[in-house]
């Protein structure tokens, strides 16, 4: 066999790992979500701040049972019962019923500051005529980042005195909401320094008054695969051991990943099939000399809101060796 021969056959080799690691993005489904509620008891969750009461209290023939939190007349912070875990990426669920004068929320991919006390991005809860439930607000931190002040429709979707449904989803810099099927806050973050992962909670605010009381039942998280990228050696070689390295650290955080790894993604954080194709397309690009590539992130279609996480790793050669036209 003669070494163009060679060549072709091993950059063959090289587009059908590709083309099949991308058959295997496709095929891949997202995490299943799982309660964190059991139902029965606050196991997996602590109080971290306050003196409000957290409460178990069993549902109505044919209701789910709800964690109750209980406002006390002289509480000088608020309090906030949080999960004993922490989370990135996910798409949280909960649904929540709060009385008229008390205000609530849900804290995400939030910690306790220097002073002990609860910061993080918060789903707000907002029984007042502002109707902002849904909004998102910044617990200790820069205050509103998107309040529903120019969003009639979410807040026309909060029912007071009744059970209402929201959905969060964080992933990567980019947090929205959504009140009873309807679109609320959506915020893409710009400040590297925030925390990308953090404890959830449940808020019962400071309001001077004992024994207002806000509900939540039916929480569940489903976990997002992290977009994480990788970069490799210079060899110009696709070998067995980066395939399974890839697949091996699929839905990993980058921090895991090797020290010589360095990330990659577009600048909105997802690829779509254009993207993808053109990373395809240009699989041998030298890019003026070098050698590049990374992994790429499939998503399914928006409207579904899962991801499939992390699943193809492209290996970038020698164009003068392999090219993909």
Known sequence: MTRDAQVRRHCFRIAAAAHLLVLVAAARSHAEAVSLFNGSDLAGWTQVTGDAAYT?????????????????????????????????????????KVDADLNSGVQVRSFLDNSSLVRGYQIEIDPSQRAWSGGLYEERGRG????????????????????????????????????????AADFTETDGEVPSAGFI????????????????????????????????DASGQVEQADLDLALQNWGRPATSLPATWVRWQPADGIVDQA??????????????????????RAVPEPTTWGTMGLAIGIKSI????????
């Not at 992933?171 to 099927?181: H, K, L, P, Y």
């Not at 449940?202 to 990788?230: D, K, M, N, Y």
């Open 56 to 96: 178990v209290e069993p549902g109505e023939p044919g209701e789910p049972p709800a964690i109750v939190g209980t406002s006390v007349a002289n509480d000088s912070v608020n309090s906030f019962l949080a999960t004993d875990a922490t989370y990135g990426n996910f798409v949280l669920e909960y649904e929540f």
């Open 144 to 183: 509103w980042l998107d309040d529903l002040g120019d969003n009639a429709a979410a807040r026309e979707a909060f029912v007071p005195g009744e059970w209402n449904h929201i959905r969060v989803v964080a992933d990567g810099n980019r947090v929205r909401s959504w009140i009873n099927g309807v679109p």
């Open 201 to 232: 909670a449940l808020q019962v605010h400071t309001v001077g008054t004992a024994g207002l009381e806000v509900r939540w039942r039916e929480i569940s998280l489903e976990t997002l695969g992290e977009a994480v990228q990788g970069d490799f």
């Open 275 to 296: 993207e993808l194709d053109a990373v395809l397309q240009n699989w041998g690009s030298t890019g003026g000399g070098g050698t590049g590539g990374g992994f790429i």
């Open 318 to 325: 020698r164009r003068s060796s392999c090219a993909l036209a």
